[in-house]
């Protein structure tokens, strides 16, 4: 069975430092295409950054530069490395696992979220 | 970027009766387009893929129709357990993956 376990948010100053982990069960995260999607208090959806099975990785306009997305397959753990950290960056933070045949790929699979809550 | 477009935004239903929501894609996304049920405090659920799959023990009640640019999901009679909030997402043109601002279905 598959499952996905944020862990690593809380409350950080603007311009502070978070690492998001994500851990993995019943499945290889190095094997698939992982993501990170974010949901601002009372908002959509609005997808983050995503890392390929072989390491390439892509990043939605207002966090590039600032998050980085990476994995350890010792551990099977994704994370999320967030510097310069804004106000507009508070919000639940999920992993999820993406799932395609050969183009197309949809998340399918969720962590329970990290609430990360910028503020001073 | 595709742009998703959900309505209504907010949708009131008596329990056991049916509920029709639709989302539309600013360009074609083919059958590219996905729907997700959120309820408060959890992570989103799978629903539909490929426009018109159900995902793996999603119940019968839950359909998705369209493709292109105009889609729709039914939910043929309203449980209690699905007054929630669903999302479509599309993955025809990626990254970024683009979500519609979803639909919240209540009990009227």
């Known amino acids: 069975e598959v499952h996905l376990v944020e862990s690593g948010g809380g409350l950080i100053q603007p311009g502070g430092s978070l690492r998001l982990s994500c851990a993995a069960s019943g499945f290889t995260v190095s094997s698939n295409y992982m993501s990170w999607v974010r949901q601002a208090p009372g908002k959509g959806l609005e997808w983050v950054s995503v890392i390929y099975s072989g390491g390439s990785t892509y990043y939605t306009d207002s966090v590039k530069g600032r998050f980085t997305i990476s994995r350890d397959n010792s551990k099977n753990t994704l994370y999320l490395q967030m510097n310069s950290l804004r106000a507009e960056d508070t919000a639940v933070y999920y992993c999820?696992?993406?799932?395609?045949?050969?183009?197309?790929?949809?998340?399918?699979?969720w962590g329970q979220g990290t609430l990360v809550t910028v503020s001073s | 970027e595709i742009v998703m477009t959900q309505s209504p935004a907010t949708l009131s239903v008596s329990p056991g009766e049916g509920a029709t929501l639709s989302c539309r894609a600013s360009q074609s996304v083919s059958s590219n387009l996905a729907w997700y049920q959120q309820k408060p405090g959890q992570a989103p659920r799978l629903l539909i893929y490929g426009a018109s799959t159900r995902a793996t023990g999603i119940p019968a009640r839950f359909s998705g129709s369209g493709s292109g640019t105009e889609f729709t999901l039914t939910i043929s009679s309203l449980q209690s357990e699905d007054f929630a909030v669903y999302f479509c997402l599309q993955y025809n043109y990626w990254p970024p993956w683009t979500f519609g601002q979803g639909t919240k279905v209540e009990i009227k």
């Open positions: 999820a696992n993406l799932n395609g045949g050969t183009y197309y790929y949809y998340f399918d699979y």
